[in-house]
């Protein structure tokens, strides 16, 4: 009887203790699966144009919008803005990019892209500026005629883009920056474009004696393309003489979206990373965040392209109307009257009529692509 009880007691342990296994191991299991159902709830991934500031401005996106329960942004270091179109279509995982709207208008035209027309966009952000670091050699952007220019990143797009324009038919390589600013000082090629948010990094360990940015001469066909910008001793000491500011372009960038399916996991969140950033997006526009967010206009149109389905319903449920323009005549003829009281104000040459018409187009543009100050 004894040894029945002894035989019955053994085996409720064993029991007892392979349930408990079973139950430790199931634990184990169920902990593991939610930290994993945790780490991806609401994770949308955005890859960066690789510029400094795109990098910056999405830090800020996931530092203001993360609430570490319903939404995550995860940003991801690109290599430029057509890598970046490319890697939207054709990795896995990916949101969202950010990328230059002449880049994004290339791949549309050029083919360059497998079905890039079903790309939406969420919202135009900041202008980037054109940077052509030339040689001591090369006084004027004309110089580069027959000499090598290495093209990087977006300016892959707009370098030869802008260069064509003015009638320069430069030789062109395309390295990433690190290489073509070794290639530059080495004097393998004549010239770097590359096309960043200014003040870049990229050139702030730049000593070569030398060295300098070519001002790139504004002209009726690239006041159709681009925004005139400047560089100034302000954004590059060692670069920019005092009172010798260099005239260039810049181009708009946009916040892509991948064409995901609609009632997917991946689809739900971007709406709910949308309806973040536009609710909470006054907030990226104080410090400590970046001040290229004070450019963006939200409500800003992308000729050609269509908007994300959650940000187009939030802005019209959201923006309210704006009061009534006026319409192209009356404010071509109130500019028309600025430049001649300005003229005459300076002491300056008073401007053709196609001078005039020339500058107001290029306002319109910039109206166009600029937030209002």
Known sequence: ???????????????????????????????AETLAERANRGLVELMTSGDAASIAMAQDLASVLDDGATRRLLPVVGHGSVEGLIDLKALRGVDMTITQTDVLDYAKKHATVPNVEAITYVAKLHNEELHVLARAEIGRVEDLNGKKVDFVGGAKVTGPAVLGMLKVNAEGVFDNHAVALKKLTSGEVAAVAYVAAKPTPVFNTLRSSGLHLLAIPMTPALANAYVPAQLTVEDYPDLIGAGAPVDTVAVGTVLVVANLAPNTERFRNLDNFVDAFFTQFPRLQEAPYHPKWSEVNLAAELPGWKRFAAADTWLKRNVVASAPALDDKELREIFVKFLDERAKASGGQTLTADQKGQLFDQFQRWQQTSRAR
């Open 1 to 31: 009887m004894m040894n029945s009880r002894k035989s019955t007691a053994r085996w409720l342990s064993r029991g007892t203790a392979a349930m408990l296994m079973v139950g430790c191991m199931l634990a184990s299991g169920a902990r």
